[in-house]
């Protein structure tokens, strides 16, 4: 499921970046870069970024209350909601509201990154890969020194979904720019039906 989450933020920021030219809907380490380089610069989008950021920290509280809100089917309320939000990007890019849609997404990536985020002493990066590549390094650098390394493969596979996602997004968002949501919303929704039936076979939720 993580892997799943990551290909979809690959594909959304993607076609965010390209949609508001150079700036992200999910990675906040990149918008707060651009950030102080707008301040320094006098730059006069540098509103930009700033509501960017708020958009992703107001996505994680709202995926952050909708799965607290009960004990059982979290990853439903979250996947449902982020759905939500990027049908309504999708409906707003159609009618050319820029700012309305860049605002669901970036919303929805804030909400993504809560969607297996239960444990919050361990929370999962979803729509961001440095601490992935942390781990990965850190592991290398354990079998320089001899030390067996376990438990880094699964970080590889979230950064390759991430790569894969953002590459498939940038492609949609050149061929055909204005299906490039839809199919994030398509994808997102195969998601949630993936979810439902691992929670089925598991027994919770």
């Not at 380089?37 to 994680?60: E, T, Y």
């Not at 992935?132 to 592991?139: I, N, S, Y």
């Not at 492609?171 to 720019?177: E, I, L, R, S």
């Not at 839809?182 to 598991?202: D, F």
Request: charged share 10%; with cysteine.
């Amino acid at each position: 499921m993580a892997i799943g989450i990551a290909l979809l933020a690959g594909f959304v920021d993607a076609t965010g970046f390209l949609q508001v030219d150079g700036y992200y809907v999910s990675f906040m380490t990149g918008n707060t870069t651009l950030l102080a380089l707008d301040i320094a610069s006098g730059a006069r989008r540098v509103l930009v970024p700033a509501l960017l950021i708020a958009g992703f920290v107001l996505g994680v509280a709202l995926g952050t209350w909708l799965g607290d809100f009960r004990q059982t089917h979290r990853k439903r309320r979250v996947l449902s909601a982020v759905i939500a939000l990027l049908v309504g990007a999708a409906s707003a890019r159609a009618s050319g509201w820029q700012a309305p849609s860049l605002a669901c997404l970036v919303l929805a990536m804030g909400a993504l990154n809560t969607t297996l985020s239960g444990n919050r002493r361990n929370p999962v990066g979803l729509t961001y890969m440095t601490g992935a590549l942390v781990r990965v390094g850190q592991a290398l650098g354990d079998r320089i020194n001899g030390t067996r390394a376990s438990g880094w493969s699964p970080f590889v596979w979230l950064w390759g979904a991430l790569l894969a996602g953002a590459f498939l997004g940038a492609m949609a968002t050149q061929q055909v720019p204005s299906a490039a949501l839809w199919i994030a919303v398509t994808y997102a929704a195969l998601l949630l039906l993936a979810s439902e039936v691992m929670a089925r076979r598991s027994g919770s939720a």
